[in-house]
């Protein structure tokens, strides 16, 4: 119900755009989510968008360097990170939910199934 992409191989400084396309039934849903993992790391929330407002809210080590949006006309939602960073490195996954105001993985119901972004020095 979710598909991610858009993930690569860029070098610090770089951008990228991912992107979610969800499915008619998972569009109904209240708020989406993008999480990373890293390596032997938990996954941590980076940021949620609502699709009826557009509401953003994001982790700190992201916020000023990425955007989430949304194109409900496309059921997609896109994380643009600008200033990329080695840390940035991690599969990256967009998950959807109804929990208002969720930024803990086990909040989300429905999970894409993840793009690698690999940030180089």
């Known amino acids: 119900q979710l598909q991610a992409s858009g993930g690569g191989l860029v070098q610090a400084g770089g951008s990228l755009r991912l992107s979610c396309a969800a499915s008619?039934?998972?569009?109904?849903?209240?708020?989406m989510g993008w999480f990373r993992q890293a390596p032997g790391k938990e996954r941590e929330f980076v940021g949620s968008?609502?699709?009826?407002?557009?509401?953003?809210n994001y982790a700190d080590s992201v916020k000023g360097r990425f955007t989430i949006s949304r194109d409900n006309a496309k059921n997609t939602v896109y994380l643009q990170m600008n200033s990329l960073k080695p840390q940035d490195t991690a599969v990256y996954y967009c998950?959807?939910?109804?929990?208002?105001?969720?930024?803990?993985?086990?909040?989300?119901?429905?999970w894409g199934q993840g793009t690698l972004v690999t940030v180089s020095s």
């Open positions: 008619r039934r998972t569009f109904s849903t209240y708020l």
């Open positions: 968008i609502t699709w009826g407002g557009g509401t953003t």
């Open positions: 998950a959807a939910t109804s929990r208002f105001g969720a930024t803990i993985a086990r909040d989300y119901d429905c």
